[in-house]
């Protein structure tokens, strides 16, 4: 039986942003009062936050929406699907409400129709940097939510609006509050990072009792004060990229970008409306590494996009050989509901698609092998994510956690997780490294 706090579940499903999203609104439940409970039976509703980005997503929190129901009965939506509320009312039309992505305001509001806020004064004892969902020696710091692009194969825009920047100051406060509370690497998170503060007029704040701009370039230079690690992910490779790149060289921030190319042919590029897709790629790459040669890059493509000639196919296959990327995601494309690349012609037929997804990964696998041999011998710092009896697992700066290999740490069983360590690899997989310890930090 549910106890005399009233007790919240919670389903969360999505991306990185839609987890900011989750903690944001688990921290609100606990600085109410409400206890979280992992079982639908121990709880009086449960909320689930979707995802609407594939079709598979779609089909995934309908499925979580309707399992959350059948098990406790009272169920609030919120998250990207929320977008499309027909869509879920029709399926379920007993959920007690449906809110959008970010819209934490509605999501409390609905908590407090069904189980009024409990009356605790120890509730304030939340701590300040919120809950996490992450261990807590990283976390996800969102510094926008939108975007302003209009890629054709993708609806984010239309779940989740134009692109809204926080002010630079918000963002360096949290990230300071989180690096005080222990976190110690910082993942930088939005649609376009790339594209922070542009809706802002890059407006300035005051930290520290410095200016900082409201852009990419000064958000690097203040989380490069906090002496975390800090990655960024989801950066277009606009010509203003350059100039973090000396701060990688320098150490401030992790020489490490994760920059979605999804393609490299013009016109497939163009066809998809990526963004930054007229800039030289190739001369850019080369001209980061000149600078910092430690770069990792990591990226992402879709194979088989509707009109994809095998000239333009093999015309990505050329970029990968000569971008050397250090770590690749790719996808076979797959239709999204309401995306504008579903009309356009020349559909690849699947088998097609799934060939030159295994043509693609077995170049990337080569090149990611090669790149992982080059670093046995090498000492690495390393951030410690896990230990058991076998040693430890960790990550080097070339590695986000989730997406990324790890380093395996054979001699490691000593070290704590969250603590940083020095380690000399002494063998390389596909993705994976080996190595031993030489000191802990
Ligand atoms: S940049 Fe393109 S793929 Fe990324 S969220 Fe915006 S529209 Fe979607």
């Known amino acids: 039986m549910p106890s005399s706090t009233p007790q919240i579940g919670f389903v969360s499903l999505g991306c990185p942003k839609a987890l900011v999203d989750s903690e944001r609104i688990l921290t609100q439940l606990k600085a109410e009062g409400y206890g979280i409970v992992p079982r639908y039976d121990k709880a ?19 499925d979580a929406i309707g399992e959350a129901l059948h098990e406790n009965g009272k169920v609030i939506v919120t998250g990207c699907l929320g977008k499309r509320e027909a ?30 806020k409990p009356h605790d004064p120890f509730v ?14 990283y976390a996800y710091l969102k510094i926008s939510e939108g975007c302003n692009h209009h890629c054709t194969f993708c609806i984010i825009p239309t779940l989740r609006g134009k692109l809204v920047s ?19 690497e910082l993942l930088v998170i939005s649609q376009d990072t790339s594209a922070y503060g542009v809706d802002t007029k890059y407006a300035e704040r005051t930290w520290r009792g410095k200016t900082y701009q409201t852009r990419m370039l000064d958000l690097c230079r203040g989380l490069g004060e906090l002496g975390a690690w800090v990655r960024l992910h989801y950066v277009y490779p606009y010509p203003h990229v350059d100039e973090v790149i000396p701060l990688m060289a320098e150490g401030r921030i992790l020489p490490y970008l994760d920059v979605p190319f999804q393609h490299a042919s013009p016109r497939i590029l163009k066809l998809m409306k990526r963004p930054a897709h007229a800039e030289k790629t190739l ?81 990337q696998a080569q090149i990611s092998a090669a790149k992982l041999q080059c670093k046995i011998g090498r000492t690495l710092r390393v951030l410690v994510d896990a230990v058991d ?29 969250g603590q940083f360590a020095d380690v000399r690899v002494t063998a390389a997989g596909e993705h994976d490294l080996a190595a031993v310890l030489e000191h802990q930090v």
Not at 48 to 59: E, H, R, Y
Not at 87 to 115: C, F, W
Not at 293 to 318: C, K, N
């Open 44 to 62: 009086n509703a449960v909320i689930v936050n979707t995802c609407g980005f594939i079709d598979a997503a779609v089909q995934e929190s309908l």
């Open 87 to 116: 869509l879920i009312r029709e399926a379920y039309p007993d959920v007690l409400a449906v809110t959008g992505p970010q819209d934490y305001a509605s999501v409390m509001n609905a908590v407090h129709a069904v189980l009024p």
């Open 124 to 137: 304030d004892l939340v701590p300040d940097t919120g809950v996490k969902l992450t261990p807590r020696h």
């Open 166 to 184: 926080r002010p630079i100051d918000q963002v360096l406060v949290e990230a300071e509050k989180l690096v005080r509370a222990g976190v110690k």
């Open 283 to 363: 001369e850019r790459i080369r001209a980061w590494r000149k600078v910092c040669p430690d770069l990792t890059i990591r990226s992402t493509f879709i194979v088989g996009f509707p009109g994809e000639t095998d000239a333009e196919f093999e015309e990505l296959l050329d970029f990968l050989r000569e971008a050397t990327l250090d770590r690749v995601g790719a996808f076979a494309y797959s239709p999204v509901g309401g995306a504008r690349a579903n009309e356009l012609p020349g559909t690849i037929p699947e088998e097609l698609k799934e060939d030159r997804l295994e043509r693609f990964m077995q170049v």
């Open 389 to 417: 009896v076998g040693g430890a697992t960790a990550r080097s700066a070339a590695d986000a956690p989730e997406i990324d290999g790890v380093v395996r740490i054979a001699d490691g069983a000593s070290l704590k997780p």
